[in-house]
């Protein structure tokens, strides 16, 4: 059945796709905001350097087509690429652990933009539960379970010290959670069906300082 | 040359090698606390799910050596792991964009315990120059190179709005730091000795997204 099914955004695509559409989204705002009408995938690729025919094959996975010598209509495209990315619906998540990081997770703003609704916050740090932080209430872990219902959050965030990550993961499994967004530098461990992505900001900061290091042989050491 | 080169930290090393790295870290460290005294990168590989030979590859690369049969010592392979990731040292940035993310990163002592330290920001907004935002002050950015030179900062984060993000890029640049550390959608383009990281925390939403999508075909559209 796979075979004969036609794209749509509920197909897995390849990865290297899916993270570049945020490019070409981003561009094509900043196109709306310039108030240009149209744009070619050529005229894409320009503007941020990369493949012309490799951004005409990404585009091909959305649902939008272009007119010959004329390109998209931004003002489309650049809706069909918000949607296709899933940035325009709401997807309720509750985070756990509301440390320096948890909390600045909830205070981004950028995050609803993008889809992403922080509704509820789990802690184990007595001062914390029973308080509100950015318009977000704090929760006994141990409590999991009733809030995820409550709330209907499909995403849990993990922003817990790393040695309690997989203990936090497996609680908000239990819980109902249908992923996971790790920002620990901890494996996690989770049965097929569970979502797991890791944003390791700390494992970029070691690439960085690689990179520099290797730039700058005479800086350090 | 480089072909007769010992390796070093100084190397680029393969990036999924580097990726992969803080993971042990994050798990050595785990036994540290639990008093373990030596571990095999089997066990290692075993801890964290991962292929016994890939671990014990990767960790060539580190500057210990383990014992047959006993493994490395934990404390040894812990320190070396983090100085190996440059965590151990300081590594002074200043960051342009104050707002949510911004004022988030800020705040997130996590980075400074991986040797990353924001000691200056900039912004455009004249309400917010010259406050100081948990501790770290800031600046109009058109005083960028001279606060750069003065607090030593050799990264540029980058936090403004998408729009903005490719010249306040060219603005860190002129402004002397080696590197920046982009947190914005922007495909940022720099002169070759510039080392770019992305990490693009909503590029990742849009994974996420997708695969929640494709695991639960039902739930949508």
Redesign the interface.
């Known amino acids: 059945m796979a075979d004969t099914r036609i794209v ?6 390849p ?1 290297p796709t ?2 570049r ?3 070409y ?3 094509v ?2 196109l709306k ?1 310039r108030r240009v009408a149209y744009v070619s995938s050529t005229a894409i690729a320009r503007g ?3 493949d012309a025919s490799m951004v005409a094959k990404d585009l091909s996975f959305v649902n939008v087509r272009g007119k010959t010598r004329i390109g998209y209509e931004v003002v489309e495209l650049e809706r069909e690429l918000r949607s296709f ?3 325009d ?1 709401q ?1 309720n998540a509750v985070i756990a652990g509301v440390g ?2 948890g ?3 909830i ?5 609803q933009r ?3 609704d922080i509704v509820a916050g789990f802690d184990v740090e007595r001062s914390i539960i029973g308080t509100i932080i950015s318009g977000v209430p704090v929760f006994d872990i141990t409590q999991a379970a009733e809030v995820r219902a409550d709330m209907q959050a ?2 849990g965030v993990i922003a817990v010290p ?2 309690q990550a997989q203990a936090v993961a497996d609680t908000l499994i239990d819980a109902g959670v ?2 996971l ?1 790790n920002f ?4 996690l ?1 989770a049965p097929e ?1 569970i ?1 797991i ?1 890791n ?19 005479d800086l ?2």
Chains 1, 2 share one sequence.
Do not use: K
């Open positions: 749509s955004s509920h197909d897995v695509l990865e899916l993270s559409l945020p490019w989204l981003a561009y705002s900043l905001v941020i350097h990369l990315l899933g940035f619906r997807h320096s990081l909390a600045a997770l205070a981004d703003s950028g995050l993008y889809g992403l499909e995403i790393v040695e249908s992923a967004w620990t530098p901890c494996r461990l069906n979502v992505q944003t390791s900001i700390y494992a970029h900061l070691a690439v960085m300082y690689n990179r520099i290091n290797a730039n700058n042989p350090t050491r």
